[in-house]
């Protein structure tokens, strides 16, 4: 079992740059895949990217890709999400989750952060 805690949000302007951060506490945090979501008012949940279990592999949502980047730190029990050139569209309620891969493509996420608000603009 783990729990999650994501912190570092807050408000910045378009252009800027964000970390995220995702504190683990549990059993066995290597074993997990770690994800990144977000939920913006009135919308879906909506996937980012994730991090295999060892640090060796990341992918990312398409339209995403070269915005963010997914790392952490296993000893530390942390994993990160760097944003850069925020827009106001990527105002939003961001989440980690730690889950098993199922198959090469599909995770099944079981643990959730609180999730930590991002606001963008000027």
């Known amino acids: 079992q783990v729990q999650l805690v994501e912190s570092g949000g807050g408000l910045v302007q378009p252009g800027g740059s964000l970390r995220l951060s995702c504190a683990a506490s549990?059993?066995?945090?290597?074993?997990?895949?770690m994800g990144w979501f977000r939920q913006a008012p009135g919308q879906e949940r909506e996937f980012l990217g994730r991090?295999?279990?060892?640090?060796?592999?990341?992918f990312y949502q398409e339209s995403e890709q070269g915005r963010f980047t997914i790392s952490r730190d296993n000893a530390a029990n942390m994993v990160y999400l760097q944003m850069y050139s925020l827009k106001p569209e990527d105002t939003a309620v961001y989440f980690c989750?730690?889950?098993?891969?199922?198959?090469?493509?599909?995770?099944?996420?079981?643990?959730w952060g609180q999730g930590t608000q991002v606001t963008v603009t000027s």
């Open positions: 989750a730690a889950g098993i891969p199922l198959s090469i493509i599909q995770v099944r996420y079981d643990y």
């Open positions: 549990g059993r066995s945090f290597s074993n997990y895949v």
């Open positions: 991090i295999s279990g060892n640090g060796d592999r990341t």
